[in-house]
């Protein structure tokens, strides 16, 4: 199990957006769309391997932090929100906790 900041998983974010917006540039699709043609085995693999691979590798990389963020927020609602049951708000102070994931 791995430490991980709320700020590195940012960090990977902007990273990732940065190279996947070069490639949606370079080949005029988004991503998602991409990574769909490339999932189903239906771009052509020729002159092209080396950019599609790091394409693929950078989206899969951006989906595993959105994940991390998703359930990051989610702990961290709940552990707010178990702070103050009593009004059934959600305070947020702005503090960088650390949580464990599995990389």
Same mark, same amino acid.
């Given at each position: 199990?791995?430490? %991980?900041?709320?700020? *590195?998983?940012?960090? *990977? ?5 940065? %190279? ?6 370079? =080949? ?6 991409? =990574?769909?043609? =490339?999932?189903?085995?239906? !771009? ?6 080396? *950019? ?6 950078? =989206? ?8 991390? !963020? #998703? #359930? ?20 947020? %102070? ?6 464990? %994931?599995?990389?």
């Amino acid at each position: 199990m791995a430490t %991980v900041t709320l700020s *590195d998983i940012l960090d *990977d974010l902007r990273a990732a957006d940065q %190279v996947l917006r070069k490639f949606e540039q370079r =080949y005029w699709m988004s991503s998602d769309v991409f =990574y769909d043609l =490339y999932s189903q085995g239906r !771009l052509d693999d020729g002159e092209n391997l080396e *950019d599609f691979s790091e394409w693929a590798g950078f =989206y899969k990389i951006k989906q595993h932090r959105e994940e991390l !963020l #998703r #359930r990051f927020s989610r702990r961290r609602v709940t552990e707010l929100s178990i702070d103050h049951e009593e009004d059934n708000l959600v305070h947020l %102070v702005p503090q960088e906790p650390l949580i464990e %994931v599995t990389a």
